[in-house]
């Protein structure tokens, strides 16, 4: 299978020929290949979304937009099944995971088709003479870098609510996972989005993702990744004025009080640090329990831990592979010499006997009392490595959580009511989670956190606002 760039409502090959093989995580095996987009196509594609942001595009009524935005939800929901294989295939997740995913793209456009006719401006009274109000403009062209985690879910909130805003776009999918977004950009042209509306040229990060960046004909750049590169694509922005938001992962603890329902965090504890293998920006990377039932709790995470399986994304199990051989090394990385910094193993996964050889396969593993400044409590590591860590009072649990350079989700567990404002009050975090981590997909919820993780919000109605530009207009009128 050879992969074309979607551009101005059609494929089209890169430029130079060049072409990137699509590995299959599961097995090692190269099953497609991808455009090797250079500067010339991110020009095209640019180009043709930038015709397409003044075209009639610019002049369907809130309504109309709505409605097509609906259209684009109705064809990606029949499309599910077929975008959820795809996804799992590619970025090796189970599928059950990429149905998920698959459904929640389908809630991005439905949310936002139904935002569109509700995004006013304001009023501002000035006196008898003076009307003025605002007016919320499309930005233009936006520029969209997306990660290979979750690809449907992050084209989903950030394309999504772009074009509810009016703009037009321009995607740059992972190198690792850009099959599934190649085919939602045909679906939606079947729904029927203009031509050059959505665009999305696939290619190296270095090469197509940085002349994205550096283009000085966009008006927005949405990027989610790792800091390093989030920094040098800010750097690229900053050049030509381009605003950006950046989402850039996280080290999210999980605080469990001993008044918790423990019945009810563990498993969510569990899943926080699993699901995807632990390839989540999100990922509950740290658990944080009370002393006096540390050593019960870790017990029960222990046993939960050793029971999950790992293998084939096929296979549907607890876990699947990480995405690529580089990845699986960074995670094993993080877990060599444990014994001369006297960190224990408690618990470890295990590996599907089918588990293909070739496969990217990292089995979770819990590490118990890990000293707060350790790297592993520390740095994020995206893999499904839980760190365990013993607290005493609510004030040493406060300090511990916000102990790390980033601050983008927190998890509290206890059924003091009280404590629970206390805490969601004084954590440094994008979102805060009590009783409940993610709030089941949170389409809804802003998201995203300061420092280290990044720079603005995404998801929810806010996210609207970084992609208008807003525009004031004061009328002087005769009194009478
Ligand atoms: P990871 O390290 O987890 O692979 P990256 O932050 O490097 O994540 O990648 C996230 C996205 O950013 C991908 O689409 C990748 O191709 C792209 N990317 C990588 N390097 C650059 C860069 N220098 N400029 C713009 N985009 C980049």
Same mark, same amino acid.
């Given at each position: 299978?050879?992969?074309?760039?979607?551009?101005?409502?059609?494929?089209?090959?890169?430029?130079?020929?060049?072409?990137?093989?699509?590995?299959?995580?599961?097995?090692?095996?190269?099953?497609?290949?991808?455009?090797?987009?250079?500067?010339?196509?991110?020009?095209?594609? #640019? !180009?043709?979304?930038?015709?397409?942001? !003044?075209?009639?595009?610019?002049?369907?009524?809130?309504?109309?937009?709505?409605?097509?935005?609906? %259209?684009?939800?109705?064809?990606?929901?029949?499309?599910?099944?077929?975008?959820?294989?795809?996804?799992? %295939?590619?970025?090796?997740?189970?599928?059950?995971?990429?149905?998920?995913?698959?459904?929640?793209?389908? %809630?991005?456009?439905?949310?936002?088709?139904?935002?569109?006719?509700?995004?006013?401006?304001?009023?501002?009274?000035?006196?008898?003479?003076?009307?003025?109000?605002?007016?919320?403009?499309?930005?233009? #062209?936006?520029?969209?870098?997306?990660?290979?985690?979750?690809?449907?879910?992050?084209?989903?909130?950030?394309?999504?609510?772009?074009?509810?805003?009016?703009?037009?776009?321009?995607?740059?999918?992972?190198?690792?996972?850009?099959?599934?977004?190649?085919?939602?950009?045909?679906?939606?042209?079947?729904?029927?989005?203009?031509?050059?509306?959505?665009?999305?040229?696939?290619?190296?990060?270095?090469?197509?993702?940085?002349?994205?960046?550096?283009?000085?004909?966009?008006?927005?750049?949405?990027?989610?990744?790792?800091?390093?590169?989030?920094?040098?694509?800010?750097?690229?922005?900053?050049?030509?004025?381009?605003?950006?938001?950046?989402?850039?992962?996280?080290?999210?603890?999980?605080?469990?009080?001993?008044?918790?329902?423990?019945?009810?965090?563990?498993?969510?504890?569990?899943?926080?640090?699993?699901?995807?293998?632990?390839?989540?920006?999100?990922?509950?990377?740290?658990?944080?329990?009370?002393?006096? /039932? *540390?050593?019960?709790?870790?017990? %029960?995470?222990?046993?939960?831990?050793?029971?999950?399986?790992?293998?084939?994304?096929?296979?549907?199990?607890?876990?699947?592979?990480? /995405?690529?051989?580089?990845?699986?090394?960074?995670?094993?990385? *993080?877990?060599?010499?444990?014994?001369?910094?006297?960190?224990?193993?408690?618990?470890?996964?295990?590996?599907?006997?089918?588990?293909?050889?070739?496969?990217?396969? !990292?089995?979770?593993?819990?590490?118990?009392?890990?000293?707060?400044?350790?790297?592993?409590?520390?740095?994020?590591?995206?893999?499904? @490595?839980?760190?365990?860590?013993?607290?005493?009072?609510?004030?040493?649990?406060?300090?511990?959580?916000?102990?790390?350079? *980033?601050?983008? @989700?927190?998890?509290?567990?206890?059924?003091?009511?009280?404590? !629970?404002?206390?805490?969601?009050?004084?954590?440094?975090?994008?979102?805060?989670?009590?009783?409940?981590?993610?709030?089941?997909?949170?389409?809804?919820?802003?998201?995203?956190?300061?420092?280290?993780?990044?720079?603005?919000?995404?998801?929810?109605?806010?996210?609207? *606002?970084?992609?208008?530009?807003?525009?004031?207009?004061?009328?002087?009128?005769?009194?009478?």
């Amino acid at each position: 299978m050879e992969c074309r760039n979607w551009i101005d409502g059609q494929q089209l090959g890169a430029e130079g020929g060049g072409l990137l093989p699509v590995i299959d995580p599961s097995t090692g095996e190269t099953f497609a290949r991808l455009a090797q987009s250079s500067e010339v196509d991110i020009d095209w594609a #640019v !180009q043709a979304a930038r015709r397409a942001s !003044q075209g009639p595009w610019s002049r369907l009524s809130a309504a109309q937009r709505s409605q097509l935005l609906l %259209r684009c939800a109705r064809t990606l929901a029949d499309a599910r099944e077929e975008l959820a294989r795809l996804e799992s %295939r590619d970025t090796g997740k189970p599928l059950r995971q990429a149905q998920s995913d698959a459904a929640a793209i389908v %809630r991005y456009f439905e949310f936002y088709a139904g935002a569109v006719d509700k995004l006013h401006g304001q009023t501002i009274p000035l006196g008898w003479e003076m009307t003025a109000f605002t007016l919320r403009e499309p930005l233009g #062209v936006t520029a969209h870098i997306i990660p290979w985690n979750y690809p449907l879910q992050i084209f989903g909130r950030s394309v999504a609510a772009s074009l509810a805003a009016g703009n037009t776009c321009v995607v740059k999918p992972a190198e690792d996972a850009s099959l599934s977004l190649l085919r939602v950009a045909e679906l939606l042209h079947e729904a029927g989005l203009p031509a050059g509306v959505l665009n999305i040229c696939t290619g190296l990060g270095k090469e197509a993702g940085q002349a994205l960046a550096a283009h000085t004909d966009i008006n927005h750049i949405s990027f989610t990744g790792s800091p390093d590169t989030g920094r040098q694509v800010a750097l690229q922005a900053a050049q030509n004025f381009v605003p950006v938001t950046l989402e850039l992962g996280g080290k999210s603890p999980q605080i469990v009080f001993s008044d918790a329902d423990l019945d009810a965090a563990l498993p969510v504890v569990v899943n926080a640090i699993v699901q995807n293998a632990g390839q989540t920006c999100s990922a509950g990377s740290r658990v944080l329990i009370q002393r006096a /039932i *540390y050593g019960d709790f870790t017990e %029960r995470l222990a046993e939960a831990f050793k029971a999950l399986l790992t293998g084939a994304a096929s296979d549907n199990l607890d876990c699947g592979p990480l /995405i690529s051989a580089q990845q699986q090394a960074r995670v094993r990385s *993080y877990l060599e010499n444990l014994d001369q910094d006297g960190i224990v193993v408690l618990a470890k996964g295990k590996l599907d006997s089918k588990a293909p050889a070739g496969g990217f396969y !990292q089995v979770p593993v819990l590490l118990d009392h890990v000293p707060v400044n350790h790297r592993l409590a520390q740095e994020e590591i995206f893999g499904p @490595v839980l760190v365990a860590q013993p607290f005493g009072t609510e004030q040493e649990a406060i300090d511990m959580a916000n102990g790390t350079p *980033y601050s983008l @989700v927190a998890g509290v567990w206890t059924r003091d009511g009280a404590r !629970q404002v206390r805490m969601a009050r004084q954590l440094r975090a994008g979102q805060v989670f009590v009783n409940n981590y993610g709030a089941a997909g949170g389409v809804e919820l802003p998201f995203g956190g300061t420092g280290q993780s990044g720079i603005g919000r995404e998801k929810g109605f806010e996210a609207l *606002y970084a992609l208008t530009s807003l525009k004031t207009v004061a009328l002087r009128h005769a009194a009478s």
